[in-house]
């Protein structure tokens, strides 16, 4: 028997629950004693951790992974591990596929890595991707930022969207026990951290599944009351959280961010498409008049909060008028930004089945038309922006200008202005913005004495 390996590789694909994901099994990986290697090249243990939202995300982890199966013939002790949506979509498949893996472990399994792993050092070929209850984890991630984390709060998905490959993948609604979510906040505080986002694929469930709730179906525990519950941790300045669904997106839930000062005034809220008969298809339970009175009701207690969202384009049947539909939801809210996707067929999606498919060209046609329009209403939205002190939480240096920190307004504008990380990593700092472009500001600092407190 080989001697375990010392260092380890995680690259990282798909959403922000799958980075919250990858932090978590690099902190358990480093309790066990390995140490981090940027390059895969160097390290024994190789993981990926992988998504399956779109095929050509699929696809990619194929072609990482073929590399390293090879590499593994001249250096047999090389551990490859294949976590995330791909390993649990694929489960005992993926072995057939690629016989080098040693590990195939879905999300929910993330915070078993380590016994999963002393399995594979007995020598076995480990697959763990049958649905569990998922585990407090009680190691600390080795997050990538010393200044802002990801919380999460609730895992999985109990929607049933006719595109979407998660609730497959991330299995039923699993809420974290507020206190636990409070007690990893007040943690971040000592360590310095300044922000955090709260992240669930539908954040809006929040708490439906945890005891407490009422005989008539209400819950005690909502993401408004969990809002509240957090608000006062020290040492957090901000407060963020995500992803929402115009399905349960309540008015309390706005009130709650505009009461709260910490919550800052940012809403990605996905409405994936303009065109009610394509909502009805895709399963979604809003119309696109609903989904407008959300944004009229946030920028009536928010006049200046910043809405962005994901849509799809080119699901099944969408017609050209339907298209327009989506097209003319984008003119009219203007969004700061916009995830835009030309539909994927996934396996095991009933939309997938349905033989009203459009060709690649009319996809990627319409994805190219409505991607213009994002960039135009963005910058539009960036104008605003022009001449006036916003408050940017510093979080690194800007990695094409050495003499330029960058961080990120409220709103979540990424914004670039002269300074030294040293000094002012992690501190919040008055900027004037000075030059604007569609999705980036950039500004100078005002007072910094002051706004370093
Ligand atoms: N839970 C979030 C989104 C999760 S997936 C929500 O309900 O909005 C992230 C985004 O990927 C989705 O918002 C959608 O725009 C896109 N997406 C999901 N499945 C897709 C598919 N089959 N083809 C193209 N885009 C897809
Ligand atoms: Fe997918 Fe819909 Fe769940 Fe979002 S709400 S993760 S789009 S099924
Ligand atoms: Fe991808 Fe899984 Fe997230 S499929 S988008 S990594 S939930």
């Not at 009933?350 to 991607?371: H, I």
Request: aromatic residues 8%; glycine residues 6%; charged residues 25%.
């Amino acid at each position: 028997m080989t001697s375990s390996p010392r260092r380890f590789h995680i690259t990282t694909f798909g959403c922000q629950m799958n980075k919250a994901d990858s932090e978590r099994m690099a902190g358990i990986l480093q309790d066990m004693g390995f140490t981090w290697s940027e390059n895969p090249e160097d390290a024994d243990l190789i993981l990926y951790n992988t998504c399956t939202i779109r095929d050509n995300a699929e696809q990619k982890v194929y072609s990482y992974l073929g590399r390293q199966a090879k590499r593994k013939h001249e250096q047999p002790d090389l551990t490859l591990i294949v976590a995330g949506c791909v390993a649990q979509q694929e489960g005992e498949a993926l072995l057939r596929r690629v016989p080098e893996l040693d590990l195939v472990m879905g999300p929910q399994h993330a915070n078993r890595l380590q016994d999963l792993l002393e399995r594979v050092f007995q020598g076995r070929q480990v697959v763990a991707t049958e649905p569990v209850h998922i585990m407090e984890d009680i190691t600390q991630p080795r997050r990538d930022s010393a200044v802002t984390a990801w919380v999460n709060v609730i895992y999985g998905c109990n929607e049933r969207c006719t595109y979407c490959v998660v609730p497959n993948v991330r299995g039923v609604e699993q809420s974290r026990p507020p206190e636990s979510i409070r007690a990893e906040i007040e943690e971040l505080g000592r360590q310095g951290y300044k922000e955090v986002t709260l992240l669930g694929q539908n954040i809006d469930a929040y708490g439906r599944d945890l005891p407490g709730a009422t005989a008539d179906g209400r819950h005690l525990h909502t993401l408004t009351d969990l809002l509240y519950f957090i608000h006062d941790v020290p040492g957090i300045e901000r407060i963020r959280f995500a992803t929402s669904h115009p399905r349960y997106f309540t008015e309390r839930l706005i009130r709650a961010c505009h009461e709260l000062p910490k919550v800052c005034e940012h809403f990605h809220i996905p409405f994936q498409s303009g065109d009610n008969d394509l909502l009805k298809a895709m399963s979604r339970g809003y119309t696109h008049e609903k989904y407008r009175r959300i944004i009229d009701t946030v920028r009536r207690y928010m006049p200046d909060a910043s809405i962005s969202a994901d849509a799809i384009v080119g699901f099944p049947g969408e017609t050209e008028a339907q298209f327009e539909n989506t097209l003319k939801l984008v003119e009219d809210i203007g969004f700061d930004q916009l995830n835009t996707a030309a539909y994927s067929p996934r396996p095991g999606t009933p939309a997938a089945l349905w033989d009203n498919q459009l060709s690649e060209e009319v996809k990627r046609d319409r994805l190219q038309r409505l991607n213009h329009l994002v960039s135009v209403k963005a910058a539009e939205r960036s104008q605003r922006y022009f001449g006036r002190v916003e408050e940017v939480l510093v979080e690194d240096q800007n990695p094409k200008d050495p003499t330029q920190v960058m961080g990120r307004t409220r709103g979540n504008r990424l914004t670039y202005f002269e300074g030294r990380l040293d000094e002012l990593k992690g501190q919040q700092v008055l900027v004037k913005i000075t030059e604007v472009r569609a999705f980036s500001l950039t500004g100078h600092a005002l007072l910094p004495a002051a706004a370093r407190g």
